[in-house]
């Protein structure tokens, strides 16, 4: 039956829909700026990989949208078996997203909410503000030491009760910085088992010291760590949006419950497990990347910059005050870079070309500073 009603809903005036009080106030995702319209011009602004996928992802993608008429596969079922072999852990223990950002705010809508508490690093990741206070739930910042480091017995004082979640992200984003895995393991000893700690390895391909933890090894042994990987960054598919996790039950079992229905397209799912196997072939880009990355922190360090060691494919210059004035000379020069007003620039390690640039423009920048009398405040 249908009843139509010439009476409209009295509208309550000056008020429209009724939205969550936990939405006030979020800070919106910066999305790296894009490359600048100069004769040259690159983006260093978004941890992107330079490189095109390889000729074959593209061609897997291009065949998977002959089917764009039909529904992917909910369950990601061929991609999570491939990532289940490949890491040699249970099929029921990979869980997939839209992107990690998806998973992760997955993992925090899962374990958080209004009065229960996350715990991260600051600064860090800046998608784990947004989805903590989406979720409702309370972020707690412990800053980061004067090494740029996460401050893992903080963090670990920082549990109380209410603690839910505890990002771990490392490398770091924004700093580049590792944890230890002999830290990271008096770490996860002291948190309690029924708070999920969750390892953020974003940028884990990119990793050569041989001290970082691998997070994959911490969860075989222990039941509260969930880690989490992306296509986006090594593997460059960022504008595919596939992540994903691997946990324990009931964690990823969580995971299957809280995701948005087909929410990793079919092309994204085949060009990932297309990525996996074409892995030796970018591995060797990643390879390219990292040396660029010695190339850059070693000029850098010439120029008397004190950058931390960076083990992700960015650079992070602790700027302060001089952050937009750094970040405005780069995009001038022909490089985007990422600003965080007030505290520092995270540039991408990208082309050599637009390396070279980056280059050139901070040692320029430092030589002008000194002139100008202020001094390094880099630290
Ligand atoms: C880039 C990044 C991600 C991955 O984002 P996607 O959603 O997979 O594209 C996750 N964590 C950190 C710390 C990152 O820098």
Known sequence: MTTASSQEPAPRPGKGPRLRAALEGIPSYVPGRPAG????????????????????????????????????????????????????VPVSHVATGTGSVGVAQQLVQATAGPGDEVIYAWRSFEAYPIITQISGATSVRVPLTAAEEHDLPAMADAVTDRTRLIFVCTPNNPTGTVTRRAELERFLDR?????LVVIDEAYREFVRDPQA???????????????????????GLAGLRVGFAVAHEPVAEALRKTAVPFGVSQIAQNAAIASLRAESALLERVAELVAERQRVSAALAAQGWSV?????????????????????ACEAAGVTVRPFAG??????????????ILLRTAEAFLAERSDAGAGARTR
């Open 343 to 356: 505290e520092g620039v995270r540039a991408t390690v990208g082309e050599p070309a637009a390396n070279d």
């Open 213 to 235: 933890p691998d997070g994959i090894a911490l969860y075989r042994e222990r039941p509260n760590v969930c880690v989490l990987r992306t296509f986006s960054k090594a593997y």
């Open 37 to 88: 319209e100069g004769p040259v011009t690159y983006k260093l602004s978004s941890n992107e990989n330079p490189y095109p996928p390889l000729p074959g992802v593209l061609q897997t993608a291009i065949s998977a949208a002959d089917s764009l008429n039909r529904y992917p596969d909910l369950s990601c079922s061929a991609l999570v078996a491939e990532l289940a072999e490949r890491f040699a």
């Open 191 to 195: 948190v309690p088992q029924d708070v």
């Open 308 to 328: 931390p060691a960076s083990q992700a494919n960015f650079v992070w210059f602790r700027l302060g005050e001089d952050t937009m004035a750094f970040a405005a």
